[in-house]
């Protein structure tokens, strides 16, 4: 079955760029489009212990700093796109959950491929941070080519 709709998350990380870039090739060989997602955290940064220490101000710079990251990161991958001449669209959704925002955003639009990236994280520190890369997979409506 040829793809015509991929979906392609990025954390902005260098693995991410990578599987961007094999993403925009994979879309040329099939002749497909791509959405670029970027999950933002509803926070930027974990808020335990913290009380009230961060006013207001503080906590929007921080806000705007990480939508300015997330621009970036959109930004990035659909200049790669726009190069190779391939269809893009850029989303980003807020959530603290990365995985169902994916399989989420990836059955919403109708996406037939969901390709991202793994950290590869092993061992104790799979098991204690998990892997967004996994529970994609075991939700996804669509096939998951992962790239490491």
């Known amino acids: 079955m040829p793809y015509s709709h991929l979906l ?4 902005g990380s260098d693995l991410s760029r990578r599987a961007v870039d094999h993403a925009v090739r994979l879309a040329a060989a099939l002749l497909a489009r791509i959405t670029f997602l970027h999950v933002q955290a509803s926070t ?7 009380g009230q220490k961060l006013d207001v101000k503080t906590m929007e710079l921080l806000i705007a700093a990480s939508h300015g990251e997330s621009d970036r990161i959109l930004e990035e991958a659909a200049v790669a796109a726009d190069e190779a001449g391939i269809p893009a669209h ?5 959530g ?3 995985h169902r925002a994916i399989v989420d955003t990836a059955a919403r639009l109708g996406c037939d491929l969901i390709l991202m990236a793994s950290h590869g994280r092993r061992g104790i520190s799979g ?5 967004e890369t ?9 096939p998951v080519l992962v790239y490491r």
């Open 8 to 11: 392609v998350p990025s954390d």
């Open 44 to 50: 930027p940064i974990p808020l335990v212990g913290l």
């Open 90 to 94: 850029c989303e980003r959704v807020h």
């Open 96 to 98: 603290d959950t990365p």
């Open 127 to 131: 098991f204690l941070v998990g892997s």
């Open 134 to 142: 996994q529970r994609v997979l075991a939700l996804a409506h669509c």
